[in-house]
C-alpha cells in the first residue's frame, strides 16, 4: 500500500478523506510536483508521461493491500478486453508479429488508436496516453503501443 493512513481521517483513521485524495490528485497536476497526472474530479484522471514512467519506475515499491492491482470498473474491463482483441486483429499487429514493424504506415499507427486527421493535437496526445496507460502492463501489446505511438502524426510530448 502507498502512504498508508495518509489519506484518512484522523478521527477515522479506518476511513478515507476523499477531500485529501483530491487535493493531493490536484498536485500532482502541478508542474512543480512532477505532472504526474492530468484531468479532475468531474472527467476522471489520467497518467501523464512523467506519471506513466514514475510508476514504471516504481512498482516494485507499490503493494495494493492483498490484491493484484487497482480494481476496474465492468465498463473499463469491457473497454480493455474490446480494444484488446481490435488490436490483435490490426494490420499494424500483424505487421509487428512479423517483425516487419518499420512497415506499419502512420495511418496504421492512427487506426489502431482510433484517431484521424479530425482530432487535434492535443486530443491525439491524450488518447495515445489512454491506450499507453491501460496497455503498459501488457507484454504482448505494450512495446506495439510504445513503438506505434510515435509513428503517429502530430502528436507532441
Known sequence: MIAPGRFT?????????????????????????????????????MLTERGL????????KIQFAGKKGPKLS????????RERARILQS??????KEGMIDKVSPQEA???FRIDAYIESAARARV??????????????????????????????
Request: glycine fraction near 8%; avoid cysteine.
Open 91 to 96: 494490420n499494424a499487429y500483424e505487421k509487428y
Open 128 to 157: 495515445i496516453l489512454r491506450f499507453k496507460n491501460a496497455f503498459s502492463g501488457d507484454q504482448e501489446l505494450g512495446p506495439l503501443i510504445e513503438i506505434l505511438a510515435s509513428k503517429v502524426r502530430g502528436v507532441h510530448k
Open 9 to 45: 481521517w484522523r478521527k477515522y483513521p479506518d476511513q478515507i478523506n476523499i477531500e485529501l485524495v483530491r487535493t493531493f490528485l490536484s498536485d500532482a497536476k502541478k508542474p512543480k510536483n512532477g505532472q504526474y497526472l492530468t484531468g479532475s474530479g468531474n472527467n476522471g484522471w
Open 110 to 112: 492512427e487506426s489502431l
Open 53 to 60: 514512467d514514475f510508476s514504471r519506475r516504481n512498482k516494485n
Open 74 to 81: 465492468v465498463q473499463q474491463k469491457r473497454w480493455l478486453k
